[in-house]
């Protein structure tokens, strides 16, 4: 179909499902978790294509590194895979990830983890193995998803651009949903040139908002005061709606069946791993009638709070608000020094500079060793954007005296996409 294709090589189909093997392959399998054998001599203006394995492709297995989907092959494939394919993509193969998304260093797959080349550095998740893919060579441009970070973060732990539009620009058509109103495709690559917070990464943020003062632009302080409740409203928000979503996986329809007469509290609990089966529990918890109140709810107004923050700061309205409906919001007549105190300011800003990940990529094993909370923190500075379903890019920055990378993210008002790549550009 693609013209190019010659052997779909599957690594597991012939051998069956289930984890044992899965973990067996590991090393083979790493960052891909199935491929295509290209020619040599692809068209001039053809370009290599990875996919993270939880976006439907007609030729490979779709897998979402969950034992459930082992093996399953989509019937259509993902509208953005055949958008890029018109482009003149051509899909080198799917990428590992955390289990349908959930997860922030690519270790919570039935493939087992990611590593960054030629280290045991975790490559951040859960589009770790479509970063490794750019990061390699082995593919021009990756597809991923970001829900809550899963482009931005492995870019910035492995040098790489990752870009998560705003929400609703990419189509969703194909791709397997973890929660539905936070789930964005996102695109990693190396530049774009195809059509509590560590000191090094601190110092790697003010040298690039400097970089950017030079370039003509003016640099202010704001403050979002409610992203610091972002992170425990995501992570009520994200798992509701996974568990919502999960429910379809029932070992009948949907997904592999165990050999039980329960068959669907048995296959669900061989089909999923051990995070995914938190989410669910997480999420069924915090929607049921005694909770829902205390949770679901409060999240829900938090996530209204968070995306009114960036309303405020940023000089574009929300083309999403009616700033009718908004409480009014003026500082037009507010002193200036008090104005800096507060550092509201008014709204004038265009784009907001801050770092991706609050740290530098820890190794695998630590990640693995790291408590559930500990993981969840890490995400800290790339959820905000997604409850406000605004566009975001990171761009690598090299940390001095050390072989890592920090990621700076630029984070723009919804729908500004093409001016927020232009100036993520300008900052890289
Ligand atoms: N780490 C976050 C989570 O586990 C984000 C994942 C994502 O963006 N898919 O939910």
Known sequence: R?????????????????????????????????????????????????VKDNIATESLPTTCASPFLTPYTSPFEATIVAQLRERGA???????????GMGSHSTHSAFGPVTQPDSDLSPGGSSGGSAVAVATGEAAVALGTDTGGSVRLPAAYTGVVGYKPSYGMLSRHGVVPYANSLDTVGLLSRSYNIAELDPRIRAAWAAAAAAVLGARARVVPVSLPS??????????????????????YDGVRYGARAAAS?????????????????????????????AMDNYFRQAQCVRRVVRRDFDRVFRLGNPLVDEEDEAPFDLSDVPEEVEMQSKLGPAQVDFLLCPTAPTLAPGVDEARGMGELEGYVNDVFTVPASLAGLPAVSVPLAVEGDGRWAGLQVVGQFWDDARLLAVAREVR
């Open 227 to 248: 992203t610091r409740h972002a992170l425990s409203a995501y992570y009520v928000l994200a798992p509701a709606e996974a568990s919502s979503n999960l429910a379809k």
């Open 2 to 50: 693609t013209g190019f294709r010659l052997r779909t090589l599957c690594l597991r189909c012939s051998r069956g499902y289930g984890v044992t093997h899965n973990f067996q392959q590991r090393r083979l399998l790493n960052h891909f978790v199935s491929k295509e054998e290209i020619p040599f001599d692809l068209p001039k203006d053809a370009f290599t294509l990875a």
């Open 90 to 100: 051509v899909v080198v193969g799917k990428t590992n990830l955390d289990e349908f």
């Open 262 to 290: 329960d068959t669907y509290a048995a296959s669900r609990a061989a089909g999923f791993g051990g995070e995914v089966q938190r989410r669910i529990l997480l999420g069924a918890y915090t929607l049921s009638a005694e």
